[in-house]
Structures are given as structure tokens and as C-alpha cells.
């Protein structure tokens, strides 16, 4: 029992004990802050600049931060089966006639233009001394109708592009709902293309209108990728090169972008350099580039690795 009350009353001096010191050193009941006023070439403004830079890095570097054709803000998790790329975009150079980018051995990138109808009547002499490459449109669907159509240039842009000796590659203007759509889409393409030689490949180009009759508008991201894959499996299949286009918003909010990374990519994004962590064969980075021979403007592309 002695022992019992001794133990009681050691017990006892101690919590006395810790009370002091919580009273002495961290005033009993007042919340605990800190300040970096004080420390030698640091602020409370400093810290917080510092913290947000951070998070912008983190964040840059885990999601796509992209707006929606509404508006709305959506944070996309990048997805780690894809590879990202690694270049240095302070390496792009505009000081010339078009923009390029400059690689650590001195050599650049392979410049070239897409073509459709809209351009009018192109003169393919002019235009072969200042570019490495050319898409050509040969049609397209309707975002109405859903009518298939060739483009109006398609042969004349094939002709004259091929005579000039500019390498070539097709694209396609998707507006497939469907699987079997998009399946309707590539045999149009491939029983269209001619005795032409492709240097490039075939490409789906796959975009939102932006209207509010498109026959696309209603579709779920599964349908938009079911759409394109019909597409591009069927021209793989057919021992063609094949390459999907389309821009920063609908990769990330319209398709499984694992599953069209699977094929080559041409990235559109108007910008001084693009904002994109995956790599991408293709960058399409102006639709107001002029190139001699042809009237008006046209979509300026680099070239940023070999396409498989």
C-alpha cells in the first residue's frame, strides 16, 4: 500500500513537472506558430512562393491540365504506359522561315505542311525546296450527313507533289461513330489511294467540330476510341503504315489514350513550344505558316522522331 501511494505521488510530481515546462516553453493553451522572419534570406512570402512553384511542378509533371470545349478544367492523370519524351523544347529555333529544333549534334528536324482542298491549286515546284514532307487530304466524312467524299485537290496535290519529288503521306477526316464506321473509313482510303507511293503514312485525323450538329457529339470516350481503332486496325492490317492526329483536348478527354498510343501520333497544339509529356512522331505547331507556291496559309509540322 506504501509502495502504491509512493508510486501515486511520484506520478504526480511529474505531470507538476510537464505542465511547467508546456507553460514555460510553449504557453499552456496557446496554438503553436512558427515564422521565418528571422532566418538569414528567408521570408514568410519566400516560403510560400517557393511551396507554389512546387506543386505547379508536381502537378505539371503528374497531370494534363486541359479545358474543355465548355470550359470546365479536368486534371488527367498521365498514364505511365506510355513513353514520355525528353526533349529540351529551349532547343526550338524560330529565327527562320519556319521553326525548328535543334539537337545536341547540331542537326535538325524534318519540316513539312498539310494540304486539303482549302489551300486552292498549289504550285508543287515552288513549294519542294522548302519542305521535307507533305500530308495530302484525300477526303473525308461529313460531321452531318456522314457521307463519305474525296477531296476536291486530292489527285491534283498527289501529282503534284510526287512529280516535285516531296515525300508524301494521306490523311482522313474522321467522323465515324462507330467501330464498323471507322472499319468504312480505311477501305475508303485504301481503295481511293491510287499507284501513288507513300513515303509517310496513312492518318486518321480524328477532331471535334465544334458544332452543334456533329454526328459525334454524343458519344462516350469508349465509342470516340472504338471509332478510331476500327480505323486504325483495319489499314495496320492492310500492311500500311498508319498514324492518328488530332489535338491536346480530344487526346486526353475523348479517347483511352493507352490504347491509340499503341500507333504513331501527330500532335497539333498552337504554341511556342508544345505542353505535352508523351512522345509524338509529329508536331503540328501553326495553321498560319506561308510557304512560296502556295496561296494563303498552311499547317506548319515538325518532324520529332522516326515514325515505326
Keep these: 500500500m506504501r509502495k502504491r501511494l509512493i508510486m501515486i505521488a511520484a506520478m504526480c510530481c511529474i505531470t507538476f513537472g510537464l505542465s511547467g515546462c508546456q507553460k514555460s516553453y510553449y504557453g499552456k493553451g496557446t496554438a503553436f506558430t512558427m515564422s521565418t522572419d528571422k532566418l538569414p534570406g528567408y521570408s514568410n512570402a519566400d516560403i510560400a512562393a517557393i511551396s507554389a512553384d512546387n506543386y505547379e511542378r508536381f502537378m505539371h509533371a503528374s497531370y494534363i491540365i486541359v479545358t474543355d470545349k465548355f470550359g470546365e478544367v479536368h486534371k488527367i492523370k498521365i498514364s505511365a504506359n506510355i513513353n514520355r519524351h525528353n526533349w529540351d523544347f529551349s532547343n526550338l529555333d524560330s529565327s527562320g522561315m519556319f521553326k525548328n529544333y535543334l539537337d545536341e549534334d547540331g542537326s535538325v528536324k524534318k519540316v513539312g505542311i498539310d494540304v486539303s482542298e482549302h489551300q486552292g491549286s498549289i504550285n508543287w515546284e515552288s513549294v519542294a525546296p522548302n519542305v521535307d514532307f507533305a500530308f495530302i487530304r484525300l477526303g473525308y466524312r461529313g460531321y452531318g450527313s456522314g457521307g463519305l467524299a474525296l477531296d476536291a485537290y486530292y489527285s491534283a496535290n498527289m501529282s503534284g507533289a510526287t512529280e516535285a519529288g516531296v515525300p508524301v503521306g494521306v490523311y482522313f477526316y474522321s467522323q465515324a461513330i462507330s467501330y464498323e464506321e471507322g472499319v468504312e473509313e480505311a477501305n475508303y482510303v485504301l481503295a481511293n489511294l491510287g499507284d501513288y507511293n507513300l513515303s509517310y503514312p496513312i492518318v486518321l485525323d480524328r477532331e471535334d467540330p465544334m458544332v452543334d450538329d456533329a454526328r459525334t457529339n454524343d458519344l462516350t470516350a469508349e465509342q470516340h476510341t472504338q471509332a478510331c481503332l476500327g480505323f486504325l486496325e483495319t489499314i495496320a492490317k492492310s500492311g500500311r503504315k498508319v498514324m492518328m492526329y488530332t489535338n491536346r483536348m480530344y487526346y486526353s478527354l475523348y479517347v483511352d489514350i493507352d490504347q491509340v498510343y499503341n ?27 506561308t510557304v512560296p507556291g502556295i496561296n494563303g496559309s498552311v499547317d506548319m509540322n515538325l518532324q520529332m522522331m522516326e515514325i515505326q
Aim: cysteine-free; proline content about 11%; aromatic content about 34%.
Design 263 to 289: 500507333y504513331p501520333i501527330w500532335y497539333a497544339q498552337y504554341a511556342d513550344e508544345p505542353d505535352w509529356p508523351y512522345e509524338f512522331a509529329i508536331w503540328q505547331y501553326t495553321e498560319s505558316g
